[in-house]
């Protein structure tokens, strides 16, 4: 079992940042992957940015690379989602999610992950 809490969502206006961040506890060892997902009113929940563990391999959905950078500190057990450059299109729930099952490859599909977080939400006003 992996337990994921979310934290630092907010409101901001265009043009700033947010800082998400994302506690793992329990069997964090058996996660291959974390990613961020967002879902926005009247949408699917969509993949945001991904990392794999092992080597630390890093994923983006177009519309945020170069904007969104995800990081971790293993130490602490922490994922982070560092947003700059927000849009009003950015505003969502935010979640953090965790790949158990994959030992290669990163998926963007939810269905591929196994434990989620509460979800933060973040509002950008234009």
């Known amino acids: 079992q992996v337990r994921l809490v979310e934290s630092g969502g907010g409101l901001v206006q265009a043009g700033g940042s947010l800082r998400l961040s994302c506690a793992a506890s329990g069997r964090t060892f058996s996660s291959n992957v974390m990613g961020w997902f967002r879902q926005a009113p009247g949408k699917e929940r969509e993949f945001v940015a991904g990392?794999?563990?092992?080597?630390?391999?890093?994923y983006y959905e177009d519309s945020v690379r170069g904007r969104f950078t995800i990081s971790t500190d293993n130490a602490k057990n922490m994922v982070f989602l560092q947003m700059n450059s927000l849009k009003p299109e950015d505003t969502a729930v935010y979640y953090c999610?965790?790949?158990?099952?994959?030992?290669?490859?990163?998926?963007?599909?939810?269905?591929?992950?196994?434990?989620w977080g509460q979800g933060t939400q973040v509002t950008v006003t234009s």
């Open positions: 990392l794999r563990w092992s080597g630390g391999n890093t």
């Open positions: 999610a965790a790949d158990v099952r994959h030992l290669f490859g990163l998926y963007r599909a939810p269905k591929e992950y196994d434990y």
